[in-house]
């Protein structure tokens, strides 16, 4: 496939529960983002990884968030003792190389229900 | 606070016709002004990317200026299509930082 590809695309969890959503960027971007989209809300940044760089995690909103980028390439997102104020869709998004003019290239997102 | 505003927050135009969508920003210094299309159940798709150098960019239909001293972006579409109904995001990118300030979205429906 050529675009960045997100599993699953649907995920419905009770509460307490731990969950990892996938990510597979397009091959040979460097660059990788992870967002939350709440219904009515922008985009909100979560993490980003570029290359072999310590990533930025300044946008995880708690300690219960984090993300790995295995051997540059797939990333997972894991949320631990989930909340109901978690559920939103959890987008994907990778870019060439570090420049700012780069366009991100979006997955089509996991949506999470927290019930 | 670096800030983000889209309006309409809602538009619905028949077939055929333009309309333009706007959006204002307060994040300074900026280094490039994005517009996104999103559809229902997908991901944001880029439409254009405009630097703080750059007054107007087109991409088709679609048709985006900016002015870095009001600090407003318009988004103009030209002759719409039924395909046009989506959400259209404005995107806002900082000068320092990696996170880019995403406005609400302005959702735009076609109708025959």
């Known amino acids: 496939g050529a675009g960045v590809s997100q599993s699953p695309s649907n995920k419905v969890t009770e509460k307490g529960k731990d969950v990892e959503l996938r990510c597979d960027p397009i091959?040979?971007?460097?660059?990788l983002y992870w967002y939350r989209q709440s219904l009515g809300q922008g985009l909100e940044f979560l993490i980003y990884f570029q290359g072999n760089s310590a990533p930025d995690k300044s946008g995880l909103p708690s300690d219960r968030f984090s993300a790995e980028r295995t051997g540059g390439s797939v990333s997972t997102l894991t949320i631990q003792r989930t909340q109901q104020e978690d559920s939103a869709v959890y987008l994907c998004?990778?870019?060439?190389?570090?420049?700012?003019?780069?366009?991100?290239?979006f997955g089509d997102g996991t949506r999470l229900s927290i019930l | 606070k670096n800030q983000v505003e889209q309006s309409p927050q809602s538009l619905i135009i028949l077939e055929g016709k333009n309309c333009t969508l706007q959006?204002?920003?307060?994040?300074?210094?900026?280094?490039?002004l994005r517009w996104y299309k999103q559809d229902t159940g997908r991901g944001p798709v880029s439409l254009t990317i405009?630097?703080?150098?750059?007054n107007t960019k087109s991409n088709g239909r679609y048709t985006a200026t900016l002015d870095a001293d009001t600090k407003q972006s318009s988004l103009h579409i030209t002759a719409s299509q039924l395909s046009d109904s989506a959400s259209y995001i404005c995107?806002?990118?900082?000068?320092?930082?990696?996170?880019?300030?995403f406005g609400a979205g302005t959702i735009l429906r076609v109708k025959s």
């Open positions: 959006c204002n920003y307060t994040v300074s210094p900026f280094s490039n």
């Open positions: 405009m630097t703080f150098s750059e």
């Open positions: 998004a990778s870019s060439p190389t570090r420049g700012r003019n780069q366009p991100q290239h």
């Open positions: 091959s040979g971007h460097t660059a």
């Open positions: 995107v806002v990118s900082p000068e320092y930082g990696n996170k880019l300030v």
